[in-house]
């Protein structure tokens, strides 16, 4: 056997390769990337690129669940999130406003909290993991607070927001 150098060292022999000896698989040596427009390797560049051509999935958007699994069971942290959340609206359509809008409140910290435990949360991860903590942890705080400190007979009183909403208005 003949030893080749060039590109039909590149692209490798084969029996099955033909009258040629040479078959069309490509080999790269060293780390590549999907192949380029002229269907060989490219070699990786650790430099970020000039122009962005595709959207990065959000750190820990992978599936929750193994991919044999059926749909649901693979979104589970979102589904939680939003059977409570569909209760919570549920609860506040029956007239329930308080426990309702809770319900929601504590559903959305619930997100917050998934979101920072789990590796892998599926489609509850929108963007960064600190940008989706803070955002569902944020907006479930003040749901929860605002549905504390509703009118009439409040459970939760802050007495300075009284003074603030007389002097304000």
Known sequence: MSETTGPEAERGSSPEAGEGGTADVPLAKGAVSAPGPDGQPRKVSRRFPLFTRDTARPEGGGRAAAGDAPAPARQW???????????????????VFRVGTLLIGVALIGGAVLRWALPDVGMLAVRSRFTDMVTYGVLGVAIALLAMMAQPEPWLVIPFLDDTLHYTI
């Open 77 to 95: 942290p979102l589904l939680s999130v939003v059977s409570l959340v569909g209760l919570g609206l549920l609860l506040t359509a029956f007239d």
